[in-house]
Protein backbone atom coordinates (compact mmCIF):
# COMPACT_ATOMS: atom_id res chain seq x y z
CA UNK A 1 0.00 0.00 0.00
CA UNK A 2 1.79 3.43 -0.81
CA UNK A 3 1.99 6.15 1.79
CA UNK A 4 -0.18 9.04 1.57
CA UNK A 5 1.51 11.90 0.62
CA UNK A 6 0.83 15.43 2.97
CA UNK A 7 0.48 18.41 0.81
CA UNK A 8 3.85 20.58 1.40
CA UNK A 9 2.18 22.90 4.17
CA UNK A 10 0.66 20.05 5.88
CA UNK A 11 3.13 19.65 9.16
CA UNK A 12 2.51 23.62 9.74
CA UNK A 13 -0.58 23.85 9.49
CA UNK A 14 -1.57 21.37 11.82
CA UNK A 15 1.09 22.73 14.05
CA UNK A 16 -1.09 26.13 14.00
CA UNK A 17 -4.37 23.91 14.71
CA UNK A 18 -2.45 22.09 17.76
CA UNK A 19 -2.17 25.84 18.80
CA UNK A 20 -5.57 27.29 18.47
CA UNK A 21 -6.81 23.90 19.92
CA UNK A 22 -4.64 24.26 23.20
CA UNK A 23 -5.81 27.89 23.54
CA UNK A 24 -9.14 27.61 22.96
CA UNK A 25 -9.32 24.65 25.95
CA UNK A 26 -7.14 26.84 27.98
CA UNK A 27 -10.17 29.46 27.44
CA UNK A 28 -12.41 27.80 28.22
CA UNK A 29 -10.93 26.12 31.57
CA UNK A 30 -10.81 30.02 32.53
CA UNK A 31 -14.80 30.48 31.74
CA UNK A 32 -15.26 27.76 33.46
CA UNK A 33 -13.53 28.56 36.51
CA UNK A 34 -14.84 32.67 36.31
CA UNK A 35 -18.06 30.94 36.67
CA UNK A 36 -17.65 28.79 39.84
CA UNK A 37 -15.45 31.76 41.35
CA UNK A 38 -18.64 34.02 40.65
CA UNK A 39 -21.21 31.13 41.74
CA UNK A 40 -19.37 30.81 45.20
CA UNK A 41 -18.97 34.72 45.91
CA UNK A 42 -22.76 34.72 45.12
CA UNK A 43 -23.52 31.73 47.53
CA UNK A 44 -21.46 33.15 50.20
CA UNK A 45 -23.30 37.00 49.69
CA UNK A 46 -26.42 35.36 50.27
CA UNK A 47 -25.01 33.96 52.91
CA UNK A 48 -24.17 36.99 54.87
CA UNK A 49 -27.05 38.64 53.90
CA UNK A 50 -29.52 36.05 55.57
CA UNK A 51 -27.81 35.55 58.24
CA UNK A 52 -27.49 39.53 58.72
CA UNK A 53 -31.24 39.61 57.87
CA UNK A 54 -32.71 36.58 59.64
CA UNK A 55 -30.01 35.16 62.18
CA UNK A 56 -28.82 32.30 60.50
CA UNK A 57 -26.42 30.03 62.74
CA UNK A 58 -24.47 27.52 61.95
CA UNK A 59 -26.87 25.20 61.54
CA UNK A 60 -28.50 26.38 58.55
CA UNK A 61 -25.11 26.27 57.13
CA UNK A 62 -24.84 22.44 58.06
CA UNK A 63 -28.16 21.76 56.55
CA UNK A 64 -27.53 23.92 53.18
CA UNK A 65 -24.24 21.99 52.63
CA UNK A 66 -25.90 18.34 53.18
CA UNK A 67 -28.75 19.33 50.88
CA UNK A 68 -26.54 20.49 48.30
CA UNK A 69 -24.84 17.70 48.72
CA UNK A 70 -28.14 15.76 47.50
CA UNK A 71 -29.13 17.85 45.15
CA UNK A 72 -25.91 18.44 43.30
CA UNK A 73 -23.87 14.38 44.20
CA UNK A 74 -21.17 15.19 41.09
CA UNK A 75 -19.94 18.66 42.80
CA UNK A 76 -17.53 18.42 45.99
CA UNK A 77 -17.78 21.89 46.60
CA UNK A 78 -20.69 21.80 48.99
CA UNK A 79 -18.91 21.21 52.06
CA UNK A 80 -20.03 22.90 55.29
CA UNK A 81 -16.20 24.50 55.58
CA UNK A 82 -16.28 25.44 51.97
CA UNK A 83 -19.60 27.24 52.39
CA UNK A 84 -17.31 29.08 55.63
CA UNK A 85 -15.23 29.56 52.99
CA UNK A 86 -17.33 31.22 50.22
CA UNK A 87 -19.29 33.25 53.45
CA UNK A 88 -15.40 35.05 53.86
CA UNK A 89 -14.59 34.78 50.15
CA UNK A 90 -18.04 37.52 49.87
CA UNK A 91 -16.68 39.22 53.29
CA UNK A 92 -13.35 40.19 52.33
CA UNK A 93 -14.30 40.56 48.34
CA UNK A 94 -17.57 43.14 48.78
CA UNK A 95 -17.16 44.25 45.03
CA UNK A 96 -18.41 42.46 42.37
CA UNK A 97 -16.49 43.36 39.82
CA UNK A 98 -13.05 42.91 41.79
CA UNK A 99 -14.17 39.52 42.15
CA UNK A 100 -14.50 39.29 38.43
CA UNK A 101 -11.58 41.03 37.17
CA UNK A 102 -9.06 39.35 39.84
CA UNK A 103 -10.33 36.35 41.99
CA UNK A 104 -11.99 35.18 38.96
CA UNK A 105 -9.09 35.11 37.26
CA UNK A 106 -7.32 32.61 39.81
CA UNK A 107 -8.39 29.00 40.81
CA UNK A 108 -10.80 28.31 44.12
CA UNK A 109 -7.97 27.55 46.50
CA UNK A 110 -5.39 30.29 45.28
CA UNK A 111 -8.45 32.90 46.77
CA UNK A 112 -8.74 30.49 49.89
CA UNK A 113 -5.45 31.34 50.28
CA UNK A 114 -5.46 34.90 49.70
CA UNK A 115 -8.60 35.39 52.22
CA UNK A 116 -7.16 33.24 55.35
CA UNK A 117 -3.38 34.28 55.05
CA UNK A 118 -3.40 38.00 54.33
CA UNK A 119 -5.84 40.15 56.79
CA UNK A 120 -6.07 43.84 54.30
CA UNK A 121 -7.74 44.30 50.81
CA UNK A 122 -4.53 45.91 49.35
CA UNK A 123 -2.47 43.25 50.24
CA UNK A 124 -4.97 40.80 48.95
CA UNK A 125 -4.97 42.47 45.63
CA UNK A 126 -1.05 42.65 45.11
CA UNK A 127 -1.01 39.12 45.63
CA UNK A 128 -3.97 38.17 43.13
CA UNK A 129 -2.20 40.57 40.87
CA UNK A 130 1.31 39.33 40.69
CA UNK A 131 -0.05 35.70 41.01
CA UNK A 132 -2.01 36.61 37.65
CA UNK A 133 0.62 38.14 35.90
CA UNK A 134 3.22 35.31 36.94
CA UNK A 135 1.31 32.04 36.45
CA UNK A 136 2.15 31.14 40.34
CA UNK A 137 0.83 27.71 41.65
CA UNK A 138 -0.68 27.64 44.87
CA UNK A 139 2.72 26.43 46.39
CA UNK A 140 4.28 29.23 44.98
CA UNK A 141 1.58 31.84 46.39
CA UNK A 142 1.91 30.56 50.23
CA UNK A 143 5.63 30.64 50.09
CA UNK A 144 5.44 34.60 48.83
CA UNK A 145 2.61 35.55 51.56
CA UNK A 146 5.20 33.37 54.26
CA UNK A 147 8.04 35.90 53.15
CA UNK A 148 5.76 39.11 52.75
CA UNK A 149 7.53 39.55 49.77
CA UNK A 150 5.12 42.39 49.19
CA UNK A 151 6.84 44.04 51.98
CA UNK A 152 10.01 43.53 50.62
CA UNK A 153 9.14 44.63 47.02
CA UNK A 154 11.89 47.46 45.35
CA UNK A 155 13.22 48.11 48.71
CA UNK A 156 16.84 47.94 47.95
CA UNK A 157 18.51 51.34 48.02
CA UNK A 158 19.19 51.85 43.99
CA UNK A 159 21.10 54.16 41.95
CA UNK A 160 18.79 53.30 39.06
CA UNK A 161 16.83 56.63 38.75
CA UNK A 162 19.57 58.57 37.85
CA UNK A 163 21.26 55.51 35.93
CA UNK A 164 18.60 53.80 33.98
CA UNK A 165 16.04 55.23 31.46
CA UNK A 166 12.58 55.67 33.15
CA UNK A 167 10.61 52.70 32.18
CA UNK A 168 13.75 50.44 32.88
CA UNK A 169 14.51 51.76 36.27
CA UNK A 170 10.95 51.53 37.61
CA UNK A 171 11.22 47.48 36.38
CA UNK A 172 14.87 47.16 37.91
CA UNK A 173 13.57 48.58 41.21
CA UNK A 174 10.78 46.35 41.53
CA UNK A 175 12.81 43.40 40.44
CA UNK A 176 15.02 43.60 43.56
CA UNK A 177 13.85 43.28 47.14
CA UNK A 178 15.17 43.98 50.53
CA UNK A 179 16.04 41.90 52.74
CA UNK A 180 16.76 38.61 51.21
CA UNK A 181 15.68 35.35 53.04
CA UNK A 182 18.24 32.84 52.64
CA UNK A 183 16.74 30.61 55.47
CA UNK A 184 16.39 27.49 53.35
CA UNK A 185 19.79 27.24 53.39
CA UNK A 186 19.95 26.13 56.83
CA UNK A 187 23.36 28.37 57.62
CA UNK A 188 24.16 29.78 61.12
CA UNK A 189 24.91 34.04 61.16
CA UNK A 190 28.71 34.05 61.28
CA UNK A 191 28.33 31.71 57.84
CA UNK A 192 31.12 32.80 55.87
CA UNK A 193 30.72 34.30 52.25
CA UNK A 194 31.98 31.28 50.10
CA UNK A 195 29.80 29.01 52.19
CA UNK A 196 27.14 31.50 50.92
CA UNK A 197 27.59 31.08 47.33
CA UNK A 198 28.19 27.47 47.91
CA UNK A 199 24.89 26.82 49.54
CA UNK A 200 22.94 29.32 47.31
CA UNK A 201 24.74 27.49 43.82
CA UNK A 202 23.32 23.92 45.72
CA UNK A 203 20.09 25.09 46.18
CA UNK A 204 19.83 26.98 43.04
CA UNK A 205 15.94 26.28 42.51
CA UNK A 206 15.29 27.82 45.74
CA UNK A 207 17.43 31.00 44.91
CA UNK A 208 16.15 31.77 41.82
CA UNK A 209 13.00 31.34 43.27
CA UNK A 210 13.67 34.15 45.98
CA UNK A 211 15.09 36.24 43.27
CA UNK A 212 11.89 36.26 41.71
CA UNK A 213 11.10 36.03 37.80
CA UNK A 214 12.46 36.31 34.85
CA UNK A 215 16.63 35.27 36.67
CA UNK A 216 18.33 32.99 34.64
CA UNK A 217 21.41 31.69 36.37
CA UNK A 218 24.68 32.06 34.22
CA UNK A 219 27.53 30.94 36.18
CA UNK A 220 29.56 31.05 40.08
CA UNK A 221 32.71 32.75 40.43
CA UNK A 222 32.38 34.27 36.82
CA UNK A 223 36.03 34.70 35.14
CA UNK A 224 36.56 38.02 33.81
CA UNK A 225 40.29 39.30 32.17
CA UNK A 226 41.36 42.86 32.33
CA UNK A 227 44.66 43.62 31.31
CA UNK A 228 46.17 40.08 32.21
CA UNK A 229 44.60 40.14 35.27
CA UNK A 230 42.24 37.57 36.35
CA UNK A 231 38.77 38.72 38.37
CA UNK A 232 35.94 36.41 39.46
CA UNK A 233 32.61 37.33 40.06
CA UNK A 234 30.46 35.68 42.92
CA UNK A 235 27.25 35.13 41.00
CA UNK A 236 25.97 36.13 37.08
CA UNK A 237 22.63 35.69 36.21
CA UNK A 238 20.81 37.45 33.50
CA UNK A 239 17.51 38.75 33.61
CA UNK A 240 14.66 37.70 30.55
CA UNK A 241 12.52 41.16 31.27
CA UNK A 242 15.02 43.65 31.59
CA UNK A 243 17.16 42.12 28.90
CA UNK A 244 20.44 42.77 30.49
CA UNK A 245 23.28 40.49 32.79
CA UNK A 246 22.74 40.70 36.54
CA UNK A 247 26.06 40.18 38.58
CA UNK A 248 25.59 39.47 42.56
CA UNK A 249 28.01 40.55 45.03
CA UNK A 250 27.77 38.54 48.52
CA UNK A 251 29.18 40.78 51.40
CA UNK A 252 29.11 38.77 55.08
CA UNK A 253 29.94 41.89 56.78
CA UNK A 254 28.54 45.46 56.64
CA UNK A 255 28.11 47.62 53.54
CA UNK A 256 31.52 49.58 52.61
CA UNK A 257 31.30 52.38 50.24
CA UNK A 258 34.62 50.45 48.87
CA UNK A 259 31.98 47.73 48.26
CA UNK A 260 30.23 49.91 45.56
CA UNK A 261 33.34 50.70 43.63
CA UNK A 262 34.48 47.23 43.29
CA UNK A 263 30.98 46.01 42.09
CA UNK A 264 31.01 49.11 39.79
CA UNK A 265 34.28 47.55 38.49
CA UNK A 266 32.78 44.37 37.65
CA UNK A 267 29.81 45.83 36.01
CA UNK A 268 32.51 47.70 33.41
CA UNK A 269 34.17 44.58 32.48
CA UNK A 270 30.75 42.52 31.71
CA UNK A 271 29.81 45.35 29.81
CA UNK A 272 32.70 45.43 27.63
CA UNK A 273 33.57 41.78 27.46
CA UNK A 274 29.73 39.85 28.10
CA UNK A 275 27.22 42.06 27.04
CA UNK A 276 25.63 41.64 23.33
CA UNK A 277 24.46 44.99 21.69
CA UNK A 278 21.19 44.38 22.01
CA UNK A 279 21.12 44.02 25.71
CA UNK A 280 20.80 46.70 28.29
CA UNK A 281 23.08 48.07 30.84
CA UNK A 282 24.48 45.43 33.46
CA UNK A 283 22.63 46.06 37.02
CA UNK A 284 24.44 44.82 40.17
CA UNK A 285 23.36 43.75 43.43
CA UNK A 286 25.24 43.64 46.46
CA UNK A 287 23.78 41.53 49.29
CA UNK A 288 25.51 42.18 52.73
CA UNK A 289 24.61 41.13 55.93
CA UNK A 290 23.71 44.85 57.34
CA UNK A 291 23.61 48.17 55.56
CA UNK A 292 23.37 51.74 56.58
CA UNK A 293 20.93 53.10 54.10
CA UNK A 294 22.17 56.49 54.33
CA UNK A 295 26.04 55.45 53.72
CA UNK A 296 24.28 53.33 51.08
CA UNK A 297 23.00 56.04 49.67
CA UNK A 298 25.56 57.97 49.76
CA UNK A 299 28.09 55.65 48.19
CA UNK A 300 25.96 54.67 45.09
CA UNK A 301 25.50 58.60 44.65
CA UNK A 302 29.07 58.81 42.94
CA UNK A 303 28.79 55.58 41.19
CA UNK A 304 28.47 55.17 37.15
CA UNK A 305 26.62 52.16 37.10
CA UNK A 306 23.32 51.05 38.05
CA UNK A 307 23.49 49.22 41.66
CA UNK A 308 21.56 47.89 44.11
CA UNK A 309 22.48 47.31 47.77
CA UNK A 310 20.14 44.80 50.19
CA UNK A 311 20.80 42.76 53.19
CA UNK A 312 20.18 39.11 53.41
CA UNK A 313 18.94 37.17 56.16
CA UNK A 314 20.47 33.67 57.23
CA UNK A 315 18.26 33.01 59.73
CA UNK A 316 14.44 34.19 59.52
CA UNK A 317 13.77 37.69 61.43
CA UNK A 318 10.10 38.26 59.44
CA UNK A 319 6.75 37.38 61.45
CA UNK A 320 4.57 34.46 60.51
CA UNK A 321 1.38 35.91 58.44
CA UNK A 322 -1.86 35.83 60.01
CA UNK A 323 -3.46 32.36 60.69
CA UNK A 324 -7.15 32.88 60.82
CA UNK A 325 -9.72 29.96 62.54
CA UNK A 326 -10.96 28.71 59.34
CA UNK A 327 -9.35 25.18 58.00
CA UNK A 328 -6.04 25.14 56.86
CA UNK A 329 -6.49 24.50 52.71
CA UNK A 330 -5.17 21.25 52.90
CA UNK A 331 -7.94 20.45 55.72
CA UNK A 332 -10.45 21.70 53.31
CA UNK A 333 -9.18 19.41 50.54
CA UNK A 334 -8.79 16.50 52.57
CA UNK A 335 -12.86 17.42 53.08
CA UNK A 336 -13.53 17.51 49.75
CA UNK A 337 -11.89 14.66 48.60
CA UNK A 338 -13.76 12.33 51.41
CA UNK A 339 -17.11 13.64 50.43
CA UNK A 340 -16.13 12.74 46.51
CA UNK A 341 -14.94 9.17 47.58
CA UNK A 342 -18.17 8.76 49.82
CA UNK A 343 -21.30 6.95 48.68
CA UNK A 344 -24.03 8.63 47.01
CA UNK A 345 -27.31 9.43 48.90
CA UNK A 346 -28.87 6.85 46.84
CA UNK A 347 -26.86 4.46 48.25
CA UNK A 348 -28.52 4.08 51.61
CA UNK A 349 -25.40 5.54 53.29
CA UNK A 350 -25.87 9.12 52.60
CA UNK A 351 -26.30 11.23 55.74
Known amino acids: MSREVAPADYADWLADIKVRVVAARQRAALAANAELIQLYWQIGRDILERQARQGWGSKVIERLARDLRMAFPEMKGFSRANLLYMRAFAEVWHDGQIVQQLAGQLPWFHNVVLITRLKDDPAREWYARRAIAEGWSRATLELSIRNRLHERQGQAVTNFGSRLPAPQSELALET ?7 DFLGLGENAHERDIENALVRHITRFLLELGSGFAFMGRQYRLEVNGNEFFIDLLFYHTRLKCYVVVELKATAFKPEHAGQLNFYLTAVDRQVKAPEDKPTIGLLLCKTKDHLVAEYALSGIDKPIGVAEYQ ?7 PLVTSLPTVEQLESELGAIEDAP ?3 SGDGE
Do not use: I, M, Q
Open 314 to 320: LVRALPE
Open 176 to 182: LKDPYLF
Open 344 to 346: SPE
